[in-house]
């Protein structure tokens, strides 16, 4: 089956601070891969996707290379502000379908000054 | 205007009470979603419509009734919720088409209270 599988949280850093969120998925073919971002009292919002093995997708000093070898779709930033802290999901479409998305469970950042 | 627009944003109800959630895109997306975010848990997709049809429900009960009028307008009438149907109610939208997929976009959601 289709599945997103993330680093728990929370997570703690110093504003400047390099971030890495760990990413695995499981899924047959080709899967399409975003994440996406969550400021407290807002929806989720896109960060970033890639659509094929090797793309490197990139947003505001944020990326994530597909890496189909391992599975991976790993979300870095080199120095992280204190605006960074949210909640982080990854998620994948399915290659068979456009109307199918399979989410992470979260990862809450908290950046301190 | 944003994308997807949720109203209301906040709703508080008692457990005999029904109203209805309301979601707008304004995106030309011909699929849209409900998801259901509670504490502590994961993201929990409710409901897919696809071209007006509805493609996936996710054994939700039946105090949850989705509509979808047209590919951009989304209800959810509730009816006789439980407590443990307080939640942020968020919805999406999407471009639903052969490859390369496209992402979601989300509204802001609805945060539930069931008094």
């Known amino acids: 089956g289709n599945s997103v599988t993330q680093m728990e949280g929370p997570v703690t850093l110093s504003e400047e601070a390099f971030l890495t969120i760990n990413c695995t998925y499981t899924?047959?073919?080709?899967?399409?891969l975003f994440w996406y971002v969550q400021y407290p009292g807002e929806g989720l919002q896109l960060l970033l996707k890639a659509t094929k093995a090797d793309d490197k997708g990139s947003n505001k000093g944020f990326e994530a290379t597909y890496r189909k070898e391992t599975t991976s779709f790993h979300l870095e930033k080199g120095s992280v502000q204190v605006s960074d802290s949210a909640v982080y999901f990854c998620a994948l479409t399915p290659s068979n379908t456009g109307n199918q998305f399979y989410f992470g469970t979260g990862t809450s950042l908290t950046v301190i000054p | 205007e944003t994308g997807v627009t949720q109203t209301p944003r906040h709703l508080v109800m008692g457990m005999t009470n029904k109203k209805s959630l309301k979601c707008e895109q304004h995106?030309?997306?011909?699929?849209m979603y409900w998801y259901k975010q509670s504490a502590k848990k994961p993201l929990e997709l409710m409901f897919v419509?696809?071209?007006?049809?509805?493609?996936e429900n996710n054994s939700v009960p039946s105090r949850f009734s989705p509509e979808c009028p047209n590919s951009s307008h989304l209800f959810l009438h509730l009816h006789t919720l439980q407590p443990e149907d307080s939640a942020l109610y968020l919805c999406?939208?999407?471009?639903?088409?052969?490859?390369?997929?496209?992402?979601?976009?989300f509204g802001d959601g609805t945060r539930l209270s069931i008094l």
């Open positions: 419509y696809s071209l007006e049809e509805r493609v």
């Open positions: 995106l030309g997306h011909n699929a």
């Open positions: 999406a939208s999407s471009q639903d088409q052969v490859a390369p997929y496209q992402p979601q976009h």
């Open positions: 899924a047959t073919g080709y899967p399409s």
